[in-house]
């Protein structure tokens, strides 16, 4: 996907069009990502279910699944596109590879340096994240060992970022969003087949995480070389020019942007943290629930937010404040558009989804409603984290990383305290909670900075369209709660294939009563994609 809208031409006409395609295809590369996902998480749930094993890989696996979060999906795009794309526009071809070259360089010194230190201090690290682990000496020491394999992932991950983000500036979206496929890959390889060389499942998936970081950095190279901006990592050049001002300008803005990107991911390892404590199984029902949550987000969020920063740092670049406006109101529409509905779906089939996907081998009954009841809270914060993906790109374009990182600042004290608050009458899903109603707070605040900006001004017609969207939505939850949903009882009676036959018609059914009821109201497919 190379084809990028003309900066100087009107959001209503091909530009619009041109912004949606770029989403459809980042999108469409990000669901096979997450389908990939789930039938490697289906094979975890069957191998580890919510043993010892499966919550020391689980906690293992955050910390560089926390830097796959916040430099793949935000914090290195939003410090680096602006300036690449200023760096295009302004600077000679010399310049903008030197610019590449002297970030690629210093970001790759800095991760080896925090691979190391990470590989050594995995036990300090694991006290952190999971004390609760001590009082179990096998189960901490299997998380230890399972983090000192999995921690260079974290290297070649934001490596990985930094490639994509490179190419979602040169207008390629498919490629960046169908590299995530590729752990998972991996990881299923290593879950079926290395596990009998291990002696160990939870061994043989960390080694699927060091595997895929090679893969994934590799599976980028031909891509950077065809758009001629393969880095060539250096700490500094000989002269100092615009160049290496652009990189030093980068790290400025990414220190900010990568504590306002990693919220999410800070506000899950507290919680993992107050879990530790819980039950056994807490930590992987929340890892379960989570899994399916962000399904949804990766595909519509990540997507939406993706494709609008370089479209709007260019819109900015340029001084089009009506346009930016314009930008942010299309993106904020689709929002609500797909996660509101999407929010009501997961809330209906809740049970029907975890005991369709997990419930094999290991992963018991009682797995199944404690998961269920984890990703009933998730998704009532779905549309406040998506509503994040799309209103950050308004700061990150503007080189303003200051705000979101107050608006997360506040958030993550939100949640730290709700977590306590809810922790005790709900167990794992009051930490559930906990983030949704954070997410809601960092949004409502970025949204009112945008406003209080003027760079967000809400286009015409906008309390019929949420109506609309709103009543559509509780029609079709309503249909598919009385009329089709069965109780978890019956529905484990079924066969796996019975299950998942089902459980796509229920999907199918929703899908076309929302989209029938929103025809019926009034809305129409050229006013989304003209607006």
Known sequence: MTDQPDPKQPLTARGTKVLLRSTATFGSMTVLSRITGLVRDILFAQLMGSTLVADAFFVA?????????????????????????????????????????????????????????????????????????????????????????????????????????????????????????????????????????????????????????????????????????????????????????????????????????????????????????????????LYYSDRLMEFPLGVFGVALGSVLLPRLSKEHALESLDEFSRLLDWGMRWCLLISLPATAGLIVLSETLVATLFYHGAFTLTDVTMSARALVAFSIGLTALVSVRVLSPGFFSRDDTKRPVKAGAIAMVVNAIAAIVLVFPFQHVGLAAAISLAAFVNAGLLLFWLIKDRVFIFRPGWLPFLIRVVAATLIMWYVLAEFLVSPLEMWIENSILVRIFLLLGYILAGAVIYSACLLVSGIRPRQLISR
């Not at 795009?77 to 210093?106: K, L």
């Not at 001590?134 to 299997?142: E, P, Y």
């Not at 490596?159 to 500036?169: C, D, F, G, H, P």
């Not at 998936?205 to 031909?222: E, K, N, R």
Request: with cysteine.
């Open 61 to 285: 696996f955050r910390i560089p699944n926390f830097f796959r979060r916040i430099f793949g999906e935000g914090a290195l795009s939003a410090a680096f596109v602006p300036v690449y794309t200023q760096q295009r526009v302004s600077s000679s071809a010399q310049e903008v590879r030197g610019f590449v070259d002297i970030v690629s360089g210093r970001l790759t010194l800095a991760l080896v340096i925090l691979t190391i230190a990470g590989i050594i201090l995995s036990p300090v690290i694991v006290t952190a994240l999971a004390p609760g682990f001590r009082a179990d000496a096998d189960k901490f020491q299997l998380t230890v060992e399972c983090l000192r394999i999995t921690f260079p992932y974290a290297l070649f991950v934001c490596l990985v970022a930094l490639s994509a983000a490179i190419l979602n500036t040169h207008g390629r979206f498919a490629l960046p969003a169908a590299t995530p496929i590729l752990l998972n890959i991996c990881l299923i390889a290593a879950a079926l087949w290395i596990t009998d060389v291990t002696g160990n499942v939870a061994i043989a998936v960390s080694i699927g995480v060091f595997i895929a970081g090679i893969v994934q950095l590799a599976f980028q190279l031909p891509s950077l070389k065809k758009v001629e901006a393969l880095p060539r990592p250096k700490l500094k050049r000989k002269q100092k020019g615009e160049a290496e001002e652009a990189a030093n300008k980068v790290y400025r803005l990414m220190l900010p942007a990568v504590f306002g990107a990693s919220i999410a991911q800070i506000n899950l390892m507290i919680n993992t943290l107050i879990a530790s404590f819980l039950v056994t199984g807490s930590v992987s029902w």
